[in-house]
């Protein structure tokens, strides 16, 4: 069996044992890099590590560690309550408040996931309140979380656009970027209309800020002190009640929780200008303005590492370092020829996005998306097809299949679940969701992105 077949059994091995056990695929990969490299290859120890993905693990870690002490400081707390204020008592956009929040956070470096989880229960909270569709949401949450996923300084963003950086291809991550921003906007546009928006177009909510902080209290117990008493002034003052030892000490601590809070907004404001502006690395960049953020704010700091995404940082680190150890054993070649010689360029590049689209309702967006690009780059180097769309429709297609309850996304969105919603129902209805949207999802990603260019 040659080294490129064999290499792909394994690949898909290691995909099959993550599905359908609680296994870290990263860790299956470097497991699969060691075997393939050492055993097959005989590729030596430091050959095999020299795929590791140094400054792409620096970026994660880094810009994953400023996000936790801007959740640990409330400043997370302070957008949601600043958006919350703008909608008034319009409960038309409250789904698109929460679309907004996920999507700024994730853009600013938040994992999918994590957002998501932030932002979810307060979301379905709402929905129960005021008689929205949980589906409508839940899934505007999730779709707000892959709006901002491809900005320079995201994950998802900084995992494309490191892989393409190591070849010859010419690409722009501002189109990946705004291409996922504008596809999930539509799609947002179209559940708004489908599943009931326009019917909230009337509706009013009395005092909807202070029923704000209500289901904001409702999730959050067993959070930090800090944290919580930053969300108290969604209804009364800044920060919360009045002080019983009198206004001087409410306006005393005050100011000591809001200094961290602006310190950090002004540290993502420089993360964005200097890291894209000056091309600058995000990871050192990152890293620096959360150590600046830590020796303002050393209490908020306080278990930041421990919320560290490291089973992601972990999976991309590997699969980066096993697709290495597979361009070594002439795999990423041998399926490019493949795919090259089917003769239809256009069909091949359909074929990508649907096989990204159905593993990762399954499995890891992520590493789906650091497998596949890799090996796509040389079919697309061949001039035949326009690599800046192909990339594009293939991070859309890996990414919007989030929503199906079988991915991390999906089930927290299912787990939060307002009171009275039969779970059984909703898991069904997010189930045909997700099933449409892995149908329709790559078609028109690959019509929108890949076949104008083509023409």
Known sequence: ???????????????????????????????????????????????????????????????????????????????????????????????????????????????????????????????????????????????????????????????????????????????????????????????????????????????????????????????????????????????????????????????????????????LVVLAVVALGFKMDVGFVSITIAIVLALVSPAAQKGAINKISWSTVLLICGMLTFVGVLEEAGTIEFVSNGVAGMGMPLVAALLICFIGAIVSAFASSTAILAALIPLAVPFLSTGEIGAVGVICALAVAATIVDVSPFSTNGALVLANAPEGVDKDKFYKQILGYSGIVIVAGPVLAWLALVVPGWL
Do not use: C
């Not at 060691?34 to 994660?60: R, Y």
């Not at 936790?68 to 909608?87: E, H, M």
């Not at 209309?193 to 202070?210: A, I, K, P, Q, Y």
């Open 1 to 267: 069996m040659s080294a490129p077949v064999l290499s792909i059994i394994i690949l898909a091995a290691m995909f099959l044992l993550a599905t359908v056990l609680p296994l870290n695929m990263g860790a299956l990969a470097f497991v699969g890099a060691f075997l393939l490299g050492a055993l097959v290859l005989g590729m030596s120890t430091n050959e095999i590590l020299a795929n590791f993905p140094g400054g792409l693990f620096l970026t994660i870690v880094g810009v994953t560690y400023l996000f936790a002490i801007a959740q640990n400081n409330g400043t997370i707390d302070l957008l949601v309550r600043g958006a919350v204020r703008l909608v008034g008592s319009r409960v038309a956009l409250i789904p698109w408040v929460m679309f907004a929040i996920t999507a700024v956070i994730t853009a600013v470096g938040a994992l999918s996931p994590a957002a998501v989880a932030i932002i979810a229960p307060i979301a379905l909270s709402f929905a129960g309140k005021y008689k929205i569709s949980p589906l409508l949401m839940g899934m505007m949450v999730i779709h707000g979380a892959q709006a901002g996923g491809f900005s320079p300084i995201a994950v998802y963003g900084v995992t494309v656009n490191g892989i393409i950086a190591k070849t010859d291809l010419a690409f722009s991550p501002t189109a990946l970027f705004l291409s996922s921003l504008i596809f999930n906007i539509v799609i947002a546009v179209v559940l708004f209309v489908v599943l009931g928006g326009r019917t909230l177009l009337t509706s009013r909510v009395g005092h909807f800020v202070e029923q704000a902080a209500e289901a904001r209290m409702s999730v959050s117990v067993g959070a930090k002190a800090g944290t919580d008493v930053a969300f108290k002034g969604f209804g009364s003052g800044m920060y919360g009640p009045r002080d019983p030892a009198g206004d001087g000490v409410a306006a005393t601590r005050e100011r000591s929780e809001r200094i961290p809070q602006l310190v950090t907004i002004a540290g």
